[in-house]
């Protein structure tokens, strides 16, 4: 039973972690790109 709830743990961090980790690639540059571009519009 303890076998069993360690692996969900773990199945579920890394689960959430990986969604946070591609939110944080997908956006975090997009922002970061997209500020620099406008800036350099003005």
């Given amino acids: 039973m ?3 709830l360690k692996r969900s743990w773990t199945l579920r ?3 959430y972690f990986l969604i ?3 939110l944080f690639f997908l ?3 997009q ?3 997209s500020g620099t571009y ?3 519009e003005f």
Avoid: H, M, W
């Fill in 38 to 40: 406008i800036y350099n």
């Fill in 2 to 4: 303890e076998d069993k």
């Fill in 13 to 15: 961090f890394l689960y």
């Fill in 27 to 29: 956006y975090g540059f």
């Fill in 31 to 33: 922002d970061a790109n």
């Fill in 20 to 22: 946070l980790l591609a």
